[in-house]
């Protein structure tokens, strides 16, 4: 057993912890899973098909790890690339695509039917995109003028034939609206692209476009049906064996669906969003599986996207409908108070008593109160460094670190 696969199991027996050894850590490995069935460990996963009419790649990677993953692949085979799947289009799956296609110009990309408008949207929205992903992983993002695009698009199910190997393709939404999973039946393997990810489903992205949890759901369910015995993921270690894989694609299933039924029992009830966000909660048990844990996404996030998908954005309360600025809300707040002074002490207090999202909202007023008051800025930083300390997932906790480094609001 090379690396990779040591790292799923070390994983799911408990040995490592997820929090401390992050299964998205690309191990810049390829792992053999068959004769012909390779697996590249990067930021996001490549995996490969040898046979004797060519080799097909599921995601090209980024453009910026796709040098070295090409080398891997190349050391494994010399079979000439001829079908590139994106399984999704974010950029960590598909930017690496045009490095490949440089040097072997014959092969042909195909993707789901919905990416080329996602494509669209990336060169309507790429200032926005840089700006959230610089502060979603917290390093400089620049985000790519161009991408290659697909040459033919898949409606909802096509399969493809190479030599001996069928290659079924299925459209899904979910982590996005224009994904492709993979089944290849001889090998007993599905590639889930982003649908699975060693980590609480990425279905509640603050920062981001809609997410599908329920068609999420169905599509891991659909995949169960299959009965695999090998899973590779969009991100993190290949899954094997079939009761384990069965496990992780149901027990994923579960909790989006467990959210889902929630958040849609409350909404129909008239709930509003205050009160759907404080009463549900994410399957404890479910959380504690070591390919469930919100080292990434959020639960709370996800029951916020599904409000955003089912509802308006409208939260209910009546004086966020036509609102007054925060700032003249907070400085109406600092006068009655006595001053954004009062508001820092009360924060700081709570934040002594580890009620850090109520110290996060007095020391947010008092920010909008004195935005110039460095005391002011000094308490909020110190409060957003507590606050990221208690988060486990990496996107409340980098947005909360941003908070605490930009000094002003
Ligand atoms: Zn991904």
Redesign the pocket.
């Known amino acids: 057993m090379g690396a990779v696969l040591d790292l799923a199991e070390r994983l799911l027996g408990g040995e490592l912890d997820p929090a401390v050894h992050h299964p998205f850590a690309p191990l810049l490995e390829l792992e053999e899973l068959s004769p012909t069935l390779g697996f590249v460990s990067s930021f996001?996963n490549v995996t490969a098909l040898r046979t004797p009419e060519g080799l097909l790649l599921l995601d090209a990677s980024s453009a910026w790890m796709a040098p070295q993953v090409r080398t891997l692949v190349r050391a494994w085979t010399d079979a000439p690339l001829t079908t590139l799947v994106y399984t999704h289009g974010?950029i960590?799956?598909v930017g690496g695509a045009e490095l490949w296609l440089a040097a072997e110009p014959g092969a042909r990309v195909l993707a789901q039917a919905e990416l080329p408008r996602r494509f669209h949207r990336y060169r309507l929205t790429a200032g926005y995109n840089a700006c959230i992903n610089t502060r979603q992983f917290r390093v400089p993002v620049r985000w790519p003028a161009s991408l290659r695009q697909p040459d033919e698009l898949v409606q909802e199910r096509r399969v493809l034939r190479l030599a001996d190997e069928e290659v079924e393709l299925r459209a899904a939404r979910g982590e996005t609206d224009d994904h492709l999973w993979v089944w290849l039946p001889r090998q007993r393997a599905v590639c889930t692209g982003?649908l699975f990810?060693w980590a609480v489903p990425n279905a509640g992205n603050p920062q981001k476009v809609q997410r599908y949890p329920l068609d999420w759901a169905n599509a891991l369910r659909e995949m169960a049906s299959l009965h695999p015995a090998i899973l590779c993921p969009?991100?993190g270690p290949p899954i094997i064996g079939q009761e384990r894989v069965q496990r992780a694609l149901c027990e994923t299933a579960e909790l989006l669906e467990d959210l889902c039924h929630q958040v849609l029992q409350l909404m129909n009830d008239g709930a509003k969003l205050d009160d759907v966000l404080h009463a549900v909660k994410a399957p404890s048990h479910l959380l504690e599986r070591p390919y469930l844990r919100p080292i990434y996404d959020e639960p709370a996030f996800i029951v916020r996207n599904l409000w955003r998908l089912y509802g308006g954005w409208w939260d209910g309360n009546p004086a966020n409908l036509l609102p007054a600025s925060e700032r003249e809300l907070a400085t109406e707040i600092a006068t009655l108070v006595g001053g954004a002074g009062r508001l820092v002490e009360r924060a700081q207090a709570l934040m002594e008593q580890d009620q850090l999202p109520l110290a996060c909202h007095l020391i947010e007023l008092a920010a909008r109160a004195a935005p110039q008051d460095p005391a002011v800025q000094q308490a909020r930083a110190a409060i957003y460094r507590r606050r990221a300390q208690t988060q486990t997932s990496l996107m409340a906790r980098n947005l909360f670190l941003v908070a605490a480094e930009e000094g002003g609001s």
Do not use: K
């Open positions: 996001a974010h960590d799956h982003d990810i969009g991100h």
